[in-house]
Nanobody, 126 residues
């Protein structure tokens, strides 16, 4: 499984960005695998942001408290792509954002994810 993120960039506080994560590889399946987004700011640990469970388990969504109500995770099964819509961005959202895929249907902690993208930088200016 290969994951490639895109959509990062520089945005002013209060603005929006949409990140995309395109998956490839014969073993990737939105039907059985959970997907998620993490971020890592300089000098900080990589932290969970959002996750979506496998489609057969209902595609349930999970969010960190810091982004709930501002960020939305979604997927396009046909395109094998997971999205992260980020609204009302704050300077503290500045980080490298990573998408991840798990071999289990529901995953929200870092150790549950097996596959990782290379990351995309998001910078929010004040």
């Amino acid at each position: 499984v290969q994951l490639v993120e895109s959509g990062g960039g520089l945005v002013q506080a209060g603005g929006s960005l949409r990140l995309s994560c395109a998956a490839s590889g014969r073993t990737f399946s939105s039907y059985t695998m959970g997907s998620g987004w993490f971020r890592q700011a300089p000098g900080k640990e990589r932290e969970f942001i959002a996750a979506i469970s496998a489609s057969w388990s209902g595609g349930k969504t999970y969010y960190a408290d810091s982004v709930r109500g501002r960020f939305t995770i979604s997927r396009d099964i046909a395109k094998k792509t997971v999205y992260l819509q980020m609204n009302s961005l704050k300077p503290e959202d500045t980080a490298v954002y990573y998408c991840a895929a798990a071999v289990k249907p529901t995953a929200t902690i870092r150790d549950d994810f097996t596959y990782w993208g290379q990351g995309t930088q998001v910078t929010v200016s004040s």
